[in-house]
């Protein structure tokens, strides 16, 4: 069975631009998480998606946003694009959500802001 | 919100010691607690968790331990192997609305020399 597939792997971007990411989860997996990955601040919840419906959504600001197709792939979106922002962007997949089903996560896509 | 502190940072034993990562965390809420291995180029990978309503817990050479009472939760490994080398991380989670709202510990690096 394929593991969490994201693509791209690597990104360079410029400030003030916009990129979009996207994840594919285990077949089967209908719950897909996002995280941020960074040296400064480790590792932090970006937000889930179940059933193409977001269910909750980390501290982070309005940049960033997400979505869910009926296939349960995603895609994650950051907008206006700053320095800060470069970090690993890690997608993992569940079967449903909740603490009773294991997350996988996925190899991370580095984005760097130039 | 929760905060979740683990120590140490980086933690560097022989091949065949045993080796302990210890986390705290603030919000008595929290009634899951996994932990994961990262290794380079990869995202975290589950190895080993345990839920509020147990103390201990043992997959062949890891164990976890919790208590409650004093908010912290610790990972054994015994017996270690170099391909144990690795970043640790803990994290603890909050049910909110069914979901899986972890937050993570800043890892630990473990080094172990043949």
């Known amino acids: 069975k394929a593991g969490v597939t994201q693509t791209p792997r690597y990104l360079i971007k410029t400030r003030g631009q916009q990129v979009t990411l996207s994840c594919s989860p285990i077949?089967?997996?209908?719950?897909v998480s996002w995280y941020q990955q960074t040296p400064g601040q480790g590792l932090q919840f970006l937000f889930e998606?179940?059933?193409?419906?977001?269910?909750n959504k980390g501290n982070f600001p309005g940049r960033f946003s997400g979505r869910q197709f009926s296939n349960s792939r995603s895609e994650m979106n950051v907008s206006t694009l700053e320095l800060g922002d470069s970090a690993l962007y890690l997608c993992?997949?569940?079967?449903?959500?909740?603490?009773?089903?294991?997350?996988?996560f996925g190899p991370g896509t580095r984005l760097t802001v130039t | 919100g929760e905060n979740v502190e683990q120590h140490p940072s980086t933690l560097s034993v022989q091949e065949g010691d045993s080796a302990v990562i210890k986390c705290t965390y603030s919000?008595?809420?929290?009634?899951?607690f996994p932990w994961y291995k990262q290794e380079l180029g990869k995202g975290p990978q589950l190895i080993i968790d345990?839920?509020?309503?147990?103390g201990e817990k043992k997959d062949q050479r890891i164990a976890v331990t919790l208590n409650k009472t004093a908010k912290h939760f610790s990972l054994h490994i015994t017996e270690t192997q170099p391909e144990d080398s690795a970043v640790y991380f803990c994290?603890?989670?909050?049910?909110?609305?069914?979901?899986?709202?972890?937050?993570f510990g800043r890892g630990t690096s473990l080094i172990v020399h043949p």
């Open positions: 345990i839920r509020s309503n147990v």
């Open positions: 994290a603890a989670s909050v049910a909110s609305g069914g979901s899986y709202i972890p937050t």
């Open positions: 993992a997949s569940s079967l449903a959500p909740g603490q009773g089903y294991e997350q996988y």
């Open positions: 919000d008595s809420a929290s009634n899951y």
């Open positions: 077949s089967g997996h209908r719950s």
């Open positions: 998606y179940f059933s193409e419906t977001q269910r």
